[in-house]
């Protein structure tokens, strides 16, 4: 049974920078796919950004260039850095794992909020 948590989100105006961070517990996280969410009020959890256990990365095409996603196997941590940060960028930004057959078990969630 994993368990994610989420920390780093808050608010900051538009422009700034945020890291989100997620921990991860028990074993197997370096062969993993981790993965960030997002999901606004009256809005589905949409991908942000995900990457391999191979260290390959994709994001959804609204934050290529200004999010950067990365993981650290010896500490069982992944992060988000977040740059240049939008208004439309607030959400609830989640921590997911994706096991063999393509379920995500989730964290707990870390609101960011970016002021115009």
């Known amino acids: 049974q994993v368990q994610l948590v989420e920390s780093g989100g808050g608010l900051v105006q538009a422009g700034g920078s945020l890291r989100l961070s997620c921990a991860a517990s028990?074993?197997?996280?370096?062969?993993?796919?981790m993965s960030w969410h997002r999901q606004a009020p009256g809005k589905q959890r949409d991908l942000v950004a995900q990457i391999t256990s191979g260290g390959s990365t994709n994001y959804v095409d609204s934050v290529k260039g200004r999010f950067t996603i990365s993981r650290d196997n010896a500490k069982n941590t992944m992060y988000l850095q977040m740059n240049s940060l939008k208004p439309e960028d607030t959400a609830v930004y989640y921590c997911g794992v994706l096991d063999f057959y393509g379920f995500r078990t989730w964290g707990q969630g870390t609101q960011v909020t970016v002021s115009s």
């Open positions: 028990g074993s197997g996280f370096s062969t993993k796919t």
